[in-house]
Each structure stands twice: as structure tokens, then as C-alpha cells.
């Protein structure tokens, strides 16, 4: 359950023992605001919802906690690092992309922030092509941390060994895959 205001100031002022009067001598204001706070018919500023918590003997504490419902490419790094095979990684990678697919203008949100390195340079290299390839498309940004050190592979990687999936990747790999060594068909970019 989310906090509000109110139910913080309500909370507390009960656990301090204090009726709304009481609170308001001790916070300097009068009980109608008090009770209007309290009710949420008015909103108080955070430095008069400090002021009156800090009356009851409370302190007002801010914090954030990341949104679940958006999967970023650095919360998939880790994901693929622990996974077991590559079939359990490609599945976790196709994955994201649907999420991506339905991120709209969140999008720059799901690939700011630079993953950390996977531990197997095909997916390191795979990370940042997505990046780069997502950002395009979108029109958006390219984020700078895609041409990173270790983001790119020496030879080939076919991610599907399978002769036609091989030639159909020759054929159509997106220039952010391919540039990086990740042989990858758009159509399966496009299917996820």
C-alpha cells in the first residue's frame, strides 16, 4: 500500500498520542489545517508535512524504488549472466524485446543505463546492438555506452546454428548486429 500524505500524518499523529489540536499547537498552525491535511481535502508542501510530522516526533524520509513493470537491458544483464544455457539466455533476450516493443516512450528508459559486462562476450556484444538497434528505430538517442570496449565480437556469432537461420541472417541482420559480430535475423527481432 502506498503512503499518502494523509495516512503519514494521520499514523503518526496517533502514534504520538496526540489529538489534531494537540498536533497543531505543536506544529505551530491550527487544528482546521490539521484535519484538512488529514482528510486530504488540501495537500501540504514536504516542508510542512516535515514540519508537522517532525511535531509528532517523526521524520520524513523520501526514497525511490524501481518500477517493476519495466525490464531495462541493465536488469537483463544479470538475468542472462546466471542463466544455465544459451537456449534459457535467448529466451530471457526475446523476452525483453517484447517488453521493449511495448515500452513506447519509455524506451529510453530500457536502454540508458549501460548493462554490466555478462561475463560472455557474445551477449555483451548482443546488449549493445539492441541498444543501438532499438534507439533508431524508435528515433531516439543512440546511448554513448554501446560502442564501449568489449561490445563488439572478433569473428561471427551465428545466434542460431540451423543452415537457413544462418542464411537468412547473412541475408538480413540489422547494421547494429552485424557491425558487432551478432549474425541475428530481423524477422526474428520482429517476431518477438
Known amino acids: 500500500m502506498s503512503s499518502t500524505p494523509a495516512t503519514l500524518l494521520v499514523a503518526a499523529r496517533r502514534n504520538a498520542g ?25 495537500q501540504p ?6 514540519r508537522l510530522l517532525r511535531a509528532a516526533g517523526f521524520q520524513l524520509s523520501l526514497g525511490t524504488e524501481r518500477r517493476a ?6 536488469d537483463l544483464a544479470p538475468l542472462i549472466a546466471a542463466a544455465v544455457d544459451d537456449a534459457h539466455r535467448l529466451r530471457l533476450f526475446f523476452e525483453f524485446l517484447r517488453g521493449a516493443d511495448e515500452a513506447g516512450a519509455e524506451l529510453p528508459l530500457l536502454i540508458a543505463a549501460e ?7 557474445r551477449y555483451d556484444a548482443l546488449l549493445a546492438a539492441t541498444a543501438e538497434h532499438l534507439a533508431l528505430h524508435a528515433g531516439f538517442e543512440v546511448p554513448d555506452w554501446v560502442l564501449s570496449d568489449g561490445r563488439c565480437l572478433d569473428r561471427f556469432w551465428w545466434v542460431s546454428e540451423l543452415p537457413s537461420a544462418k542464411a537468412q541472417a547473412l541475408l538480413h541482420s540489422p547494421a547494429s548486429f ?3 559480430g551478432v549474425m541475428l535475423d530481423s524477422h526474428d527481432l520482429e517476431a518477438a
Open 115 to 121: 548493462p554490466a559486462p555478462v561475463g560472455d562476450p
Open 45 to 50: 508542501t514536504i516542508a510542512v508535512l516535515d
Open 69 to 74: 513493470d519495466l525490464l531495462r537491458l541493465a
Open 18 to 42: 496526540l489529538t489534531q489540536s494537540q498536533l497543531a499547537g505543536l506544529a505551530n498552525t491550527s487544528q482546521s489545517a490539521v484535519a484538512a491535511y488529514e482528510s486530504g481535502r488540501r
Open 178 to 180: 552485424r557491425s558487432r
